[in-house]
């Protein structure tokens, strides 16, 4: 397979500080939507800048696009673009200065620039608002100017970390969208959220990335079958305490987890605990949340 990016024991230190970055090994396919998933803090947006470009990693090696992003980042630069994170446009500029100015930027000629303006614009559905300022648009309009930005640039390569913050359902809907297309048109995107249905909705790979390190990785539909080769039950009640003997997993709001594992019939063990309880049991197919939950801990919020 060909890979966009490869990270061998990925290490970053912020001075004086813990690791951001605890020994990372990932691969990126070409060609496909990559997100890495990880809480406030995982250290998503340090292997973002590292294979940006924008920081050196402390050791190890990261290789974008075939070229070591220490050596020799002017390979990687033109071929890349980058929407970081909460990045903000300018509320004085139009869409097309936005847009126009930074093809023009990337080198492109007058002529060149207008054109793949106006291509990313229209990709974008943003063509019918291009003369309007900024502060008129809405924050989802916002969004997609900086990655019309990321587009026009021709990049092989797209890096969107968390792109969909602070935008409305609605919004986040169309974006993936728009992020799905410019992925047929044959961009690598790697993108990070702490979002899991943004990765169910958008992703073929992702890695899950927590305290530095990189817990699991590969193609979605193979963790999500690996992972929950079995059913979820939830359980509903004023009681569920009972539920910490059939391997409850984490307690909210007066609901229970449990996951089923290799032995289904404990199921009706606990259908017959639950109707002792008065408590309601509904089954559902495990999810990437799930997944996550798991591998970096659930929470028992209930008061004791
Ligand atoms: N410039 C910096 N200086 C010191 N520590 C930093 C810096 N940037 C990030 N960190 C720390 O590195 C860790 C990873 O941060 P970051 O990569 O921003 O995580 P994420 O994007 O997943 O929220 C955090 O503990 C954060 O506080
Ligand atoms: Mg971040």
């Not at 947006?45 to 020799?72: C, K, M, N, Y």
Request: glycine letters at 8%; aromatic letters at 6%; hydrophobic letters at 40%.
């Amino acid at each position: 397979m060909d890979y966009a990016i490869e990270a061998e024991n990925l290490i970053k230190i912020y001075s004086k500080s813990k690791k951001a970055l605890d020994g990372v090994n990932l691969k990126i396919p070409k060609g496909r939507i990559f997100c890495l998933i990880g809480r406030n803090g995982a250290g998503k947006t340090t292997f973002l800048r590292i294979v940006g470009t924008q920081l050196e990693p402390t050791s190890g090696r990261a290789v974008v696009l075939g070229h070591d992003v220490v050596r020799e980042p002017d390979e990687i630069r033109p071929r890349i673009s980058v929407v970081p994170q909460e990045a903000k446009v300018w509320n004085f500029l139009t869409p097309w200065d936005y847009v126009y100015y930074y093809a023009r930027l990337r080198g492109m000629s007058a002529r060149e620039a207008r054109e793949t303006c106006i291509e990313a614009l229209k990709k974008l559905d943003l063509y019918a608002d291009r003369n309007r300022l900024c502060l008129q648009l809405s924050g989802g309009m916002k969004q997609r100017v900086l990655v019309s930005m990321a587009i026009v640039s021709g990049a092989e390569l797209l890096l969107l970390d968390e792109p969909s913050i602070g935008l409305d359902p609605v919004s986040r809907r169309q974006l993936w969208s728009y992020i799905r297309r410019i992925a047929k048109a044959g961009h690598t995107i790697v993108l990070t959220t702490h979002y899991m249905d943004e990765a169910e909705a958008l992703a073929d790979d992702i890695a899950i990335i927590h305290e530095g390190r990189i817990l699991v990785n590969g193609d979605i539909d193979q963790i999500l079958g690996e992972n929950n080769s079995s059913m979820i039950l939830e359980v509903n009640g004023d009681d569920v305490s009972w539920t910490s003997e059939y391997g409850c997993e984490e307690v909210i709001g007066g609901k229970a987890k449990i996951r089923l594992g290799e032995d289904e019939r404990i199921i009706l063990e606990i259908m017959a605990k639950a109707r002792e309880k008065r408590c309601r049991v509904t089954f559902r197919r495990p999810t990437l949340e799930d997944v996550f939950i798991r591998l970096v801990g659930g929470v028992d919020l209930e008061p004791s």
